[in-house]
């Protein structure tokens, strides 16, 4: 089955500066590739996504890079803001059979004024 | 559009009695719904998918006798935890598939933190 990794674990930046997070899947069929970010107790909500027929997607400070080749997709957040501050999962579908989603395990982000 | 609600939000029990949690798409079908559970500091995993009108499918290790899931409608999903022990104590997440929606959007529910003493 799919497995999905994701790096870093914990990201700490200052307001202003960029954001990195990549993920690494396992499955080449998976299709789908969405970003999640989580506030404490609050649920996952859909920042940006990717289709597997696209390198790159951005909206606004957002962007999202995937690299089939390589099996890799990236989160960019530029000029963070507090706000941004949260705990941010990758997931990666795979095509055919269900419609469900594996998670990375998440990288805490913290955005210091 | 595409609000899915969740009914407790909270919930306190004590050992060895049954939680019912229930999942519902308030403003569209739900031909699928999957159930999450993420303890502190973790990510989603997924317990099982849920398809209206058939027997749910559940994820390698999951008791299904343990956790009963209801689909009777394309509205509504329930969970029931029975025989809950502390190590049961997680938050759970529940997120619907629109019928006729693109195959990859799912809609997640605020969650129900249980907690069982």
């Known amino acids: 089955g799919e497995n999905v990794e994701q790096h870093p674990s914990t990201l700490s930046v200052q307001e202003g500066d960029s954001a990195v997070i990549k993920c690494t899947y396992s499955?080449?069929?998976?299709?789908?590739f969405p970003w999640y970010k989580q506030e404490l107790g609050k649920r996952p909500q859909l920042i940006i996504d990717?289709?597997?027929?696209?390198g790159e997607k951005k909206d606004q400070r957002i962007a999202v890079t995937l690299n089939k080749t390589a099996k890799h997709f990236s989160l960019h957040i530029t000029e963070t803001q507090p706000e941004d501050s949260a705990v941010y999962f990758c997931?990666?579908?795979?095509?055919?059979?269900?419609?469900?989603?594996?998670f990375g395990k998440g990288t805490k982000l913290t955005v210091n004024p | 559009g595409a609000v899915v609600s969740q009914h407790p939000s909270r919930v306190i029990c004590k050992s060895g009695t049954s939680v019912k949690i229930e999942c519902r798409s308030l403003d569209f079908q739900a031909t699928t719904m999957f159930w999450y559970r993420q303890f502190p500091k973790q990510s989603l995993m997924l317990m099982a998918t849920s398809n209206e009108g058939s027997k749910a499918t559940y994820e390698q290790g999951v008791e299904k006798d343990k956790f009963l899931i209801n689909h009777a409608s394309l509205t509504l999903s329930t969970l029931t935890v029975t025989s809950a022990h502390p190590e049961d104590s997680s938050f759970y997440i529940c997120?619907?598939?629109?019928?006729?929606?693109?195959?990859?959007?799912?809609?997640f529910g605020p969650g129900t933190r249980l907690l069982v003493l």
């Open positions: 990717i289709r597997s027929n696209v």
């Open positions: 499955d080449s069929a998976s299709n789908y």
């Open positions: 997931a990666a579908r795979t095509q055919g059979g269900s419609e469900k989603l594996v």
């Open positions: 997120s619907a598939h629109r019928a006729g929606g693109p195959l990859e959007t799912q809609y």
